[in-house]
């Protein structure tokens, strides 16, 4: 099973910035945060990781709390092209990702 | 670079046919997965590769069968489909990992939908 939760859906005005949270209140010392969205039943695309610090690339930001037990990702200025369901995942690494149910992030005009 | 991409697209198949899905990445990449997605489910690991000649069992590996001969290509057998395996599988590759402070993405291919009458 899964071991993290994740809201069913959010909703998010385009434009605006986009906050998904994730908890994982069992996670392990040595285990990843990862985040990857998948659009409309195409194959699912890696966003971003981290461990304990907060990361920021291209696509989004992820904050990390100081207990590890949460996270969210942001995406800072939400478009229509990001509406897609959107994975939390924890691993130790590449081979072992195993996926949950998500939240579905509806952009809308 | 096409990446990774996924024959066929699409399939139906009647109970107790058997099929092969063919899966080929050009990134030189040494990880290749196999999943599974049931509507309105996430993925779920079917098998995985971590170099030619090897494979191994992931959440879901009962009735499926896979080989690695070339580094390249991922294949996922079916040998006797039944209405359960009905789903969209998706192929996915990666660089070797290399310890628990380096991530390497997994990059997926667009999917094949199979129908199991």
């Known amino acids: 099973d899964a071991k993290t939760t994740q809201p069913t859906s959010m909703d998010c005005a385009e434009g605006r910035a986009a906050n998904l949270p994730c908890n994982h209140s069992t996670i392990s010392g040595n285990e990843y945060v990862y985040w990857y969205r998948q659009i409309h039943s195409q194959g699912p695309q890696y966003i971003i990781h981290g461990l304990k610090n907060n990361e920021t690339n291209e696509m989004a930001s992820l904050i990390i709390t100081e207990d590890r037990k949460s996270s969210t990702l942001i995406l800072p200025h939400a478009t229509l092209r990001d509406t897609a369901v959107y994975y939390c995942i924890l691993a130790y690494n590449t081979d072992k990702l195993i996926f949950g149910t998500g939240t579905r992030l509806q952009v809308f005009p | 670079n096409a990446g990774v991409t996924q024959t066929p697209k699409f399939r139906v198949l009647k109970t107790g046919q058997s099929m092969t899905l063919l899966c080929a990445q050009d990134?030189?990449?040494?990880?290749m997965y196999w999943y599974r997605q049931d509507p309105g489910m996430g993925l779920r690991l079917i098998h995985y590769?971590?170099?030619?000649?090897?494979?191994a069992k992931g959440e879901v590996p009962d009735g499926y069968n896979v080989s690695r001969l070339k580094k390249q290509n991922f294949l996922l057998g079916l040998e006797s489909a039944a209405p359960s395996q009905t789903s969209v599988y998706f192929c996915?590759?990666?660089?070797?990992?290399?310890?628990?402070?380096?991530?390497?993405?997994?990059?997926f291919g667009p999917g094949t939908r199979l129908t199991v009458l």
């Open positions: 590769s971590v170099g030619e000649g090897t494979t």
């Open positions: 990134m030189n990449h040494e990880y």
């Open positions: 996915a590759s990666s660089t070797q990992s290399t310890g628990t402070s380096l991530y390497n993405e997994q990059f």
